[in-house]
């Protein structure tokens, strides 16, 4: 596995994050890579935290980190964002190193987050799928 630091994607992580009011998202520890040669080709993107025993441990606040695999780069730029939503979805209010799961970060609220966010960066269109 390689690891590259991606700060394109980081603009577009924080960018989604403040127009979405997700103000409990600490930007300042969030990060964005990209990953290659990873051995399951099906995932787009994880979120990886630094978990409560780790932070005890090494003194710290918690600590989030988004990988996008390379399947990313291949969806369209709308995709993309409710990719980067669902992602950030992940995080809980508390950004204490834990997770939202899949029964709140689905299909149906990533869409309804990303109406919101395209009715802000697209605002002359009247519909948005
Ligand atoms: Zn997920």
């Known amino acids: 596995m390689r690891y590259i630091d991606a700060p394109d994607l980081k603009k577009r992580v924080d960018e989604i994050a403040v127009t979405l009011g997700m103000s409990h998202v600490n930007l300042a520890r969030v990060a964005c890579l990209r990953s290659y040669g990873s051995s399951t080709k099906r995932t787009i993107a994880r979120c990886h935290a630094l978990g409560k025993m780790m932070q005890k441990a ?8 988004i990988e996008f ?3 990313f780069e291949k969806m369209s730029e709308k995709e993309q964002d409710k990719v980067i939503i669902h992602e950030l979805m992940h995080i809980p209010k508390s950004f204490g190193g834990g997770f939202r799961h899949h029964d709140f970060v689905c299909e149906q609220n990533v869409d309804i ?13 009247r519909r948005w799928f």
Do not use: I
């Open 69 to 71: 695999l390379e399947l």
């Open 113 to 125: 987050m990303y109406e919101k966010y395209a009715s802000v960066k697209y605002p002359d269109k």
């Open 58 to 65: 090494m003194d710290t606040q918690a600590f989030y980190a």
